[in-house]
């Protein structure tokens, strides 16, 4: 009966991070719809805005959902996410700048473009 | 005597919750490293939404409306699914199975949105063959698309488990897995939902 009695103190706790993880996400995911559609600011403002809101919820749902942060030590899951979290960081960020780089330095002007078309004769 | 029994008993106890820890702790690598795989993904999509060789751009060929649609779906099957993990907790194998089945029921509406609008985009002209633009969006979303059959038909046998064998010990291991994998699958919606359908109607 006691034990009985604990583990449903636990389970109801796991149950009230669900509903509250899940409200939230909801709003979340609501405030950003909105935001877009009713195009309440500027273009970069709301690109922003929904970025912030996205990162959010990104931790709402870590927390509420995954649960990550409630292990005991040693913390090895929350180890992996970290370095996953490195991993990802370098190959999107690194990724979006090489190309970027790439796009800046080695795209000629659109009048060299045509200049380079016109003197391949090609019916582009 | 008895306390002897009674520590054995602990120590058996303490040893399946060690083994339990480190499958869910080898199943979270596992899902981490899905992660990269998602992100390699979404750069790819940064890097080439702007080519979209004279076809449509995102702004153009997405329904936001269809998209929130999805995302709320998705994350209501993402805390129906909370819910059964709740109800195995408290070996209630009714409601453990009734929960399961709403998310079932709740990722097939999701998938069938998700085929329908790939289906509209193949009819008028604009499947992956169009532009790079299109090929990275149907490879991010199409890849997201896959893991979520995968989780459906996992939640099938899952379901069948259960209600052959109980709630055992076992199966709630590999319940607990599921559940971290469709909560995962939710996360990596939020980005596809933000990256792809909000700001590609604000244009970014």
């Known amino acids: ?124 | 005597m008895e306390e002897k029994a009674i520590s054995a008993a602990e120590v058996k106890r303490q040893t399946a919750r060690e083994e339990d820890s480190r499958s869910l702790l080898g199943f979270w690598v596992y899902l981490m490293t899905d992660c990269v795989l998602f992100a390699s993904l979404f750069a790819v999509y940064a890097v080439l939404h702007h080519n979209t060789f004279g076809g449509p751009s995102a702004k153009e060929l997405f329904n936001l409306h269809t998209a929130l649609i999805e995302t709320l779906i998705l994350l209501t099957s993402s805390f129906s699914c909370g819910l059964g993990i709740v109800a195995a907790q408290r070996r209630n194998k009714k409601l453990t199975i009734m929960a399961f089945c709403l998310t079932m029921v709740l990722g097939l509406a999701f998938l069938g949105l998700e085929l329908n609008e790939f289906h509209h985009l193949a009819v008028i002209g604009d499947s992956w063959r169009r532009s790079g633009f299109l090929s990275s969006y149907f490879t991010l979303v199409g890849t997201h698309g896959l893991h979520i059959t995968v989780g459906l038909l996992w939640m099938v046998v899952m379901m069948l488990r259960i209600q052959r064998g109980g709630l055992t010990r076992s199966n709630i291991r590999k319940l607990t897995m599921l559940s971290l994998f469709w909560h995962f699958l939710d996360v990596i919606w939020i980005f596809i939902f933000t990256v792809v359908y909000l700001m590609g109607a604000i244009g970014a």
Do not use: C
């Open chain 1, 1 to 124: 009966m006691n034990h009985e009695s604990t583990r449903n103190l636990a389970t109801r706790n796991r149950l009230a991070t669900y509903v509250a993880g899940y409200i939230l996400s909801v709003g979340l995911t609501v405030a950003a719809y909105l935001i877009v559609t009713h195009t309440i600011s500027t273009r970069d403002f709301m690109i922003g805005a929904v970025a912030v809101l996205a990162f959010v919820q990104f931790v709402v749902q870590l927390l509420f959902f995954l649960h990550l942060g409630q292990e005991l030590r040693p913390r090895f899951k929350l180890l992996v996410f970290l370095g996953m979290v490195s991993i990802v960081a370098i190959l999107v960020i690194g990724s979006l700048w090489i190309m970027s780089n790439l796009n800046y330095r080695m795209t000629p002007s659109p009048k060299a473009i045509n200049n380079y078309m016109k003197q391949q004769d090609g019916d582009f």
